[in-house]
């Protein structure tokens, strides 16, 4: 009997750390799924006040400002990664001050809840560039590196 108890007990590990391996290296999948189920609950008049807003702001080619790309980051000021990510806008602040307009997004603010369910943020960090139309280009969940940032930033 002490002998099953070990092996069970050794069982129940080994299946949690599959299921972990198994939750870890879906989560691409699981965050897509997220991200449309966000998506589809966003009702047809919010959408339309977004995409108004959207176009109005960050349509550069309408509302002539000078920028070429928007750089929206979703976080929270509580995430660690999130915090990270403060560096990197900084650096894109510094580094392209005219061209690139970094905006950032608290998704716990409720006024900043409409633009992320619209946008489909599961996790946080989430980075979206948006083109000069105002369109999505790209788009990261996690840390993502200044250089790895400005790769996209100059295609």
Do not use: W
Not at 28 to 53: A, C, F, G, R
Not at 122 to 142: D, Y
């Amino acid at each position: 009997m002490k002998n099953f108890k070990k092996y069970l007990t050794y069982f129940f590990i080994g299946m949690s750390v599959l299921f972990l391996i198994a939750l870890f290296s879906s989560r691409y999948i699981l965050n897509t799924y997220v991200s449309k189920l966000s998506k589809s609950q966003v009702t047809e008049t919010t959408k339309d006040s977004l995409i108004t807003t959207i176009n109005k702001t960050f349509n550069y080619t309408q509302n002539g400002k000078p920028y070429r790309i928007t750089f929206l980051e979703f976080g929270s000021k509580g995430c660690s990664a999130c915090r990270k990510m403060e560096e990197v806008m900084a650096e894109v602040k510094t580094k392209y001050p005219d061209k690139v307009n970094v905006i950032f997004l608290n998704i716990l603010i409720p006024e900043n809840q409409p633009m992320s369910q619209y946008f489909g943020i599961a996790q946080i960090p989430t980075q979206v560039l948006l083109n000069e139309q105002g369109k999505e280009f790209f788009r990261h969940s996690g840390y993502l590196s200044f250089e790895e940032l400005q790769k996209q930033l100059l295609r």
